[in-house]
Each structure stands twice: as structure tokens, then as C-alpha cells.
Antibody, heavy 118, light 107 residues
Framework: EVQLVESGGGLVQPGGSLRLSCAASGFTFSDYEMTWVRQAPGKGLEWISYISSRGTTVSYSDSVKGRFTISRDNAKNSLYLQMNSLRAEDTAIYYC???????????WGQGALVAVSS | EIVLTQSPGTLSLSPGERATLSCRASQSVNSIYLAWYQQKPGQAPRLLIYGASGRAAGVPDRFSGSGSGTDFTLTISRLEPEDFAVYYCQQSDRSHWTFGQGTKVEV
């Protein structure tokens, strides 16, 4: 059974940093592209970052580019999102998801809540 | 960036009725890269349709997708009580993705 479990969320002050992790199991992690999607309270889904299966290709939405960094450790079956210079508008539930064919997100984690507030 | 516009914002229907949800793209989308998701309160999104018309594993056949170019449709042939939720379309273009703003299907 495919499982994706996010961790590392919490309350952080504006300008602060946080690192999210996504632990993958039930599949060969190194074979799959991965992504992060977030959802602000009461709002829609927003894609924020992507990483190829080997980590050689990454991409970001304009809203997080230059502040967030996606990475992965295939030996540890883990995906990461380093978030720096956090703003109030980064408050959201952050989901990791497995990408299929560079097109759609077949499996999702349960999400990690990040709250940016003083 | 390709912008996806979903309509209507809210669809008020009763169980047993047919639901037709629209997703319009600001420029042409390769159908391979068009997907639909369902999200219920407090839950992660669930993939329903990929490649514009392919049904994901475990998705009931009352859900169907169609369209091409800039106009795509998700149809729920007969609404079941568990289908009342928010639906999002999504497209991908050169390793960048965008979602529509969502359509809420309510009773």
C-alpha cells in the first residue's frame, strides 16, 4: 500500500524557517517524481514545487521561488521542503504527492499544517 | 502560465441528478496533462480523472471526463450522497502545474 506521511509542520514567526518531510513507503521511491501542493485555509489547491525521480530537475511556482527548496533522499525514501523567509500568506496545509507521467498526482499524503504568525 | 477557470463556482443539485462541471484553459492544453480531483472537507484530494478522460483506479463509472484544447468537462451521471464535494481541474505544462479554483457540488 502506498503511503505518504508529512511531518515538520507547526507555528513559525514571519521571516522564520521550517523544514517539511514526507516519508514514503509501499513503492520504489527512487522511481517516481514527487511534488508539494499547498492549500490555504478555506482556499483552493496551489502547486508549489516538483522534483524529478533522481532529483536532477526541480521547479517552483513564482510564489515560493527563491524562498523554498525541494530535495529528496532516495536512500531514506524521503522528500523534503525547506521553507525560508516565511510569510503570513504561506499559512496552509502542505501536501506531498507522487507524480505520474509528469502529469497528475495519483497518491497524496494527509497534509502538514504550517502557520506563520507572530 | 496557463490559467484554468472552473464554472460554475457552486452547483446546487440533488442526489440522482446529473452534474456537469466545466474547466476552461487560457491556452490550449495537451489532454494527456489534464486531470480532475475530488476533495472532501478535512481530506486530501483524490484523483478522479487523468488524461482528460481516463478514470483512476477505484473511481465509479458515474464519473467521466471529456474535452480537448481549452475546454474540458467532468460529468457525474447520477449524484450519490458521497459525491457532494469540491472538484478541481489541473493541468501540467513543462514541469509546472496549475489548478482551477474549484467547483463546489452541494445539496
Amino acid at each position: 500500500e502506498v503511503q505518504l506521511v508529512e511531518s515538520g509542520g507547526g507555528l513559525v514567526q514571519p521571516g522564520g524557517s521550517l523544514r517539511l518531510s514526507c516519508a514514503a513507503s509501499g513503492f520504489t521511491f527512487s522511481d517516481y517524481e514527487m511534488t508539494w501542493v499547498r492549500q490555504a485555509p478555506g482556499k483552493g489547491l496551489e502547486w508549489i514545487s516538483y522534483i524529478s525521480s533522481r532529483g536532477t530537475t526541480v521547479s517552483y511556482s513564482d510564489s515560493v521561488k527563491g524562498r523554498f527548496t525541494i530535495s529528496r533522499d532516495n536512500a531514506k525514501n524521503s522528500l523534503y521542503l525547506q521553507m525560508n523567509s516565511l510569510r503570513a500568506e504561506d499559512t496552509a496545509i502542505y501536501y506531498c504527492a507522487r507524480v505520474r507521467n509528469s502529469a497528475y498526482f495519483r497518491y497524496w499524503g494527509q497534509g502538514a499544517l504550517v502557520a506563520v504568525s507572530s | 502560465e496557463i490559467v484554468l477557470t472552473q464554472s460554475p463556482g457552486t452547483l446546487s443539485l440533488s442526489p440522482g441528478e446529473r452534474a456537469t462541471l466545466s474547466c476552461r484553459a487560457s491556452q490550449s492544453v495537451n489532454s494527456i496533462y489534464l486531470a480532475w480531483y475530488q476533495q472532501k472537507p478535512g481530506q486530501a484530494p483524490r484523483l478522479l480523472i487523468y488524461g482528460a478522460s481516463g478514470r483512476a483506479a477505484g473511481v465509479p463509472d458515474r464519473f467521466s471526463g471529456s474535452g480537448s484544447g481549452t475546454d474540458f468537462t467532468l460529468t457525474i451521471s447520477r449524484l450519490e450522497p458521497e459525491d457532494f464535494a469540491v472538484y478541481y481541474c489541473q493541468q501540467s505544462d513543462r514541469s509546472h502545474w496549475t489548478f482551477g479554483q474549484g467547483t463546489k457540488v452541494e445539496v
